[in-house]
């Protein structure tokens, strides 16, 4: 069982950042795909960044250049670097975990088997 946990989230202005964490437990996390989804009101989830377990990359279009997903195997977590915040940046912020695609990183958000309970970001314009 894995146990994911994001904190981080809060009330920012337009251009600034934010660094989101994602703690997870158990044993499966060294060999895990993480990914950051984000669900805005009204909307459906979407897939904003992943990473592998040994740190390849991927990143949906419209945060590239802007976001960085990053993950210490050591500490179990996992991370979103927020930069240049914009307003349609606001949503819940959940991260997941699988290890069931290899060196694949999923988009789907039924590819993910575990998630978090999520963290609120609002970014005012």
């Known amino acids: 069982q894995v146990q994911l946990v994001e904190s981080g989230g809060g009330l920012v202005q337009a251009g600034g950042s934010l660094r989101l964490s994602c703690a997870a437990s158990?044993?499966?996390?060294?060999?895990?795909?993480m990914g950051w989804f984000r669900q805005a009101p009204g909307k459906e989830r979407e897939f904003v960044a992943g990473i592998t377990w040994s740190g390849g990359t991927t990143y949906v279009d419209s945060v590239k250049g802007r976001f960085t997903i990053s993950r210490d195997n050591a500490k179990n977590t996992v991370y979103l670097q927020m930069s240049t915040l914009k307003h349609e940046d606001t949503a819940v912020y959940h991260c997941?975990?699988?290890?069931?695609?290899?060196?694949?990183?999923?988009?789907?958000?039924?590819?993910?088997?575990?998630w978090g309970q999520g963290t609120q970001v609002t970014v005012s314009s």
């Open positions: 158990g044993r499966t996390f060294s060999r895990s795909a």
């Open positions: 997941a975990s699988t290890t069931r695609w290899g060196m694949v990183i999923p988009r789907g958000a039924t590819d993910y088997d575990y």
